[in-house]
């Protein structure tokens, strides 16, 4: 690779400022050749900020880029690309209804004689997965395909732009462990072939696994760049929040009480889904949901909440048997559900915050003349964005202009807004920094205290071993055991999560 000096991309002193927040205040961050690089921080340190501006998404305010040897300033994405920076965003953005080799050359299709050429379209794309060992048809549609299959074709698309740096942001985040396995090996071909890769990830084994350098934003601003060669776990917590964090997990202090809820028999009517699902649910018990991907762990929940239906089984709460035919007889009978794709099914992204903290809850805002309460409204969206520790400029704020752990922390604070007896969580923490995670493994905690039910889908095992009281783990649609979490190990959980493969 022909440059001059050590760096293939220099970003130096980079500012950038929204209405009411600075989010990036002259920031640094150095990638060399054949090196993979974790960039960390808390949600809303910038990082994502800070690659937007590299990427033409965002136009810097000040600071210098400079790119191969030369000063830079890409416009836009497609800028980027075609100058050889490429990025796997965190959210998959792929036109699902198309051909997956439609998507990996959208807005560059090859031609012969004023027409696409299929075949070399096809031929380009079965290249490539056999160079990163992919298993995918070129010619399948990709609304067919599962997420970890549609996060590895963003990943080969990036491949296919011959780029010299690829921003990863959190590209592990649908992946199972033997997937992750396989992006690494990508990674690390990637690395052999001089590539930079900007890591951004917040889960700690990967990081210190995979990366060679890293480089740590707190609040907008530069905080260290250094060899991960000997650096601990703990010193990385410690610089990303400023703080010592001297552990990952609150101490449990609830107790599990008399049964709440029971489920016997459930079957979703659409298959391939859950078929006879049986468990029970104590009073301020935090019940673990575990297993592969595919295995139907959300098909539960869903169901249990009625967006799935049912074609068999029964729900008792508190004993009594209810029917739950759609989402707001669940809301009526005290089940919350934060959902696993946040962006899709979670948030209203173009709304303000005090939509999204008040929409599930909005009747109770209605006055006498059947006007909504303005003073109550406000009053809410300000114990949300207070007792979730929401980092906003204010309540009008787009949500989707927050980071990820704080558009989480407004969807679960708009649940307990509901005051639900139930509580369901599907992957609450994904994406989201390891100070934000304890904030939300001690808000579950506090609401176990207050007796109330919790059921938590997660693929971490740290996580699930961390927090649980038990733990049921799925394997292919059905209930493969369900283990009580301070007797049981990871390879167990392992163990039955394969039972009916």
């Known amino acids: 690779m022909n440059i001059k000096n050590e760096f293939?991309?220099?970003?130096?002193?980079?500012?950038?400022?929204?209405?009411?927040?600075?989010?990036?205040?002259?920031?640094?961050?150095?990638?060399?050749?054949?090196?993979?690089h974790a960039l960390m921080g808390e949600n809303g340190a910038g990082k994502s900020t800070l690659m937007k501006c590299l990427f033409g998404i965002y136009e810097k305010d000040e600071g210098d880029i400079i790119f191969l040897g030369n000063h830079v300033n890409f416009k836009s994405s497609k800028d980027a690309l075609d100058n050889g920076v490429s990025m796997v965003h965190q959210e998959l953005n792929l036109v699902t209804q198309r051909s997956v080799m439609d998507n990996m050359w959208l807005g560059r299709y090859p031609k012969k004689n004023f027409f696409i050429d299929q075949n070399k379209m096809y031929e380009d794309c079965k290249k490539i997965f056999e160079e990163l060992e992919i298993d995918i048809n070129p010619k399948e549609k990709v609304a067919s395909l599962s997420i970890s299959q549609m996060q590895m074709i963003e990943i080969a698309k990036a491949f296919s732009y011959n780029a010299k740096i690829i921003v990863m942001d959190e590209p592990t985040s649908s992946l199972t462990e033997k997937e992750v396995g396989h992006l690494f090996k990508i990674i690390n071909k990637l690395k052999d072939k001089g590539c930079g890769i900007v890591y951004i990830s917040h889960k700690m084994e990967e990081i210190t696994a995979l990366c060679d350098e890293i480089t740590i934003l707190r609040d907008g601003q530069w905080v260290t760049t250094k060899s991960l060669e000997g650096i601990t776990t703990?010193?990385?917590?410690?610089?990303?929040?400023?703080?010592?964090?001297?552990?990952?997990?609150?101490?449990?202090?609830?107790?599990?009480?008399?049964?709440?809820?029971?489920?016997?028999?459930?079957t979703s009517k659409a298959q391939p889904s859950i078929q006879n699902i049986n468990f029970q649910l104590k009073k301020g018990e935090i019940l673990g949901v575990a297993g592969?991907?595919?295995?139907?762990?959300?098909?539960?929940?869903?169901?249990?909440?009625?967006?799935?239906?049912?074609?068999?089984?029964?729900?008792?709460?508190?004993?009594?048997?209810?029917?739950?035919?759609?989402?707001?007889?669940?809301?009526?009978?005290?089940?919350?559900?934060?959902?696993?794709?946040?962006?899709?099914?979670?948030?209203?992204?173009?709304?303000?915050?005090?939509?999204?903290?008040?929409?599930?809850?909005?009747?109770?805002?209605?006055?006498?003349?059947?006007?909504?309460?303005?003073?109550?409204?406000?009053?809410?969206?300000?114990?949300?964005?207070?007792?979730?520790?929401?980092?906003?400029?204010?309540?009008?704020?787009?949500?989707?202009?927050?980071?990820?752990?704080?558009?989480?922390?407004?969807?679960?604070?708009?649940?307990?807004?509901?005051?639900?007896?139930?509580?369901?969580?599907?992957?609450?923490?994904?994406?989201?920094?390891?100070?934000?995670?304890?904030?939300?493994?001690?808000?579950?905690?506090?609401?176990?205290?207050?007796?109330?039910?919790?059921?938590m889908i997660s693929s971490e095992m740290p996580e699930l071993l961390g927090i649980t009281d038990r733990i049921l783990v799925m394997s292919n649609g059905k209930v493969a055991g369900i283990v009580n979490t301070s007797a049981t190990t990871q390879e167990e959980i392992l163990r039955l999560s394969a039972l009916y493969l």
Do not use: C
Request: positive net charge; without cysteine; aromatic residues 6%.
């Open 8 to 36: 293939l991309l220099e970003m130096n002193s980079i500012s950038k400022e929204f209405p009411g927040v600075k989010a990036l205040d002259k920031v640094n961050l150095k990638i060399r050749p054949h090196s993979i």
């Open 292 to 455: 592969l991907v595919g295995s139907k762990r959300t098909d539960v929940v869903e169901t249990i909440f009625g967006i799935r239906e049912k074609s068999e089984g029964a729900i008792f709460l508190h004993e009594k048997k209810i029917n739950i035919k759609n989402s707001y007889d669940a809301i009526q009978h005290g089940f919350a559900l934060v959902t696993e794709e946040r962006r899709v099914t979670g948030i209203y992204s173009n709304l303000d915050i005090t939509f999204n903290s008040l929409i599930t809850n909005m009747n109770s805002y209605i006055n006498k003349f059947h006007l909504l309460n303005s003073k109550f409204m406000n009053k809410d969206t300000n114990w949300v964005i207070e007792s979730m520790n929401v980092k906003t400029p204010s309540h009008k704020t787009s949500i989707g202009s927050l980071s990820g752990g704080n558009q989480q922390k407004v969807i679960i604070g708009r649940w307990l807004l509901t005051k639900p007896e139930i509580l369901m969580l599907d992957e609450p923490t994904r994406g989201i920094d390891v100070g934000a995670k304890f904030e939300i493994y001690q808000l579950m905690l506090n609401l176990a205290n207050e007796n109330k039910g919790i059921i």
């Open 234 to 266: 703990d010193q990385i917590i410690s610089l990303m929040v400023g703080r010592e964090l001297t552990q990952r997990f609150p101490i449990k202090t609830n107790k599990p009480g008399e049964i709440i809820l029971e489920i016997n028999n459930l």
